[in-house]
């Protein structure tokens, strides 16, 4: 099975000051609408090493209070989604077939499997070399209607490392 886990924003203001020669009895401007800054990203992903087959990353939530799930898949299977609640649902739905293994509900399993807080060291094995992948994140919620992701997804793409050929020679002798 695959595991998924994934993206990072962080949002910076920059200010411009134009400074002109002849320009110091000129008015200033008068101020103009305030622009609504964006939202910061629920997450922040950072991949701190790559391998054939794997990846170590840390997880950094906005919120350190919300509990959140990290997968890795396959960068071209979550693009396959038109949109991201259907690889949401399929996520759920995947972790229920998990769970009835397990002789468990959803609702006893998931909680094992939840995260909270920073994390570091977060490692995803067994995956396809020198393939692209994303480590997804996004925060989950209990409601009426049951378990339901809480923020937008976040993805941290990332390529496994391929097989580097060397031109290497041996001499055997008996």
């Given at each position: 099975m695959k595991k998924l886990v994934?993206?990072?924003?962080?949002?910076?203001?920059?200010?411009?000051?134009?400074?002109?020669?002849?320009?110091?009895?000129?008015?200033?401007?008068?101020?103009?609408?305030?622009?609504p800054s964006e939202p910061s990203a629920p997450f922040v992903v950072d991949i701190t090493a790559t391998t054939r087959g794997s990846v170590t990353f840390s997880v950094t939530p906005s919120d350190p209070t919300v509990d959140y799930l990290c997968v890795v898949y396959e960068k071209e299977e979550v693009d396959s989604y038109r949109k991201d609640e259907y690889f949401v649902d399929d996520i759920f739905a995947k972790l229920e077939l998990v769970a009835q293994k397990e002789g468990k509900l959803l609702g006893e399993y998931l909680p094992s499997v939840m995260l909270y807080g920073d994390t570091e060291g977060n490692k995803a094995t067994g995956l396809q070399m020198d393939t692209e992948h994303y480590v997804v994140v996004f925060g989950v919620e209990y409601t009426i209607d049951g378990y339901v992701a809480s923020t937008e997804l976040v993805k941290k793409e990332f390529k496994t490392l391929d097989v580097v050929m060397s031109d290497a020679t041996f001499d055997v002798s008996t």
């Open positions: 994934s993206l990072f924003a962080t949002i910076m203001a920059l200010v411009a000051v134009a400074c002109g020669g002849d320009d110091v009895d000129k008015p200033a401007p008068k101020p103009g609408p305030v622009e």
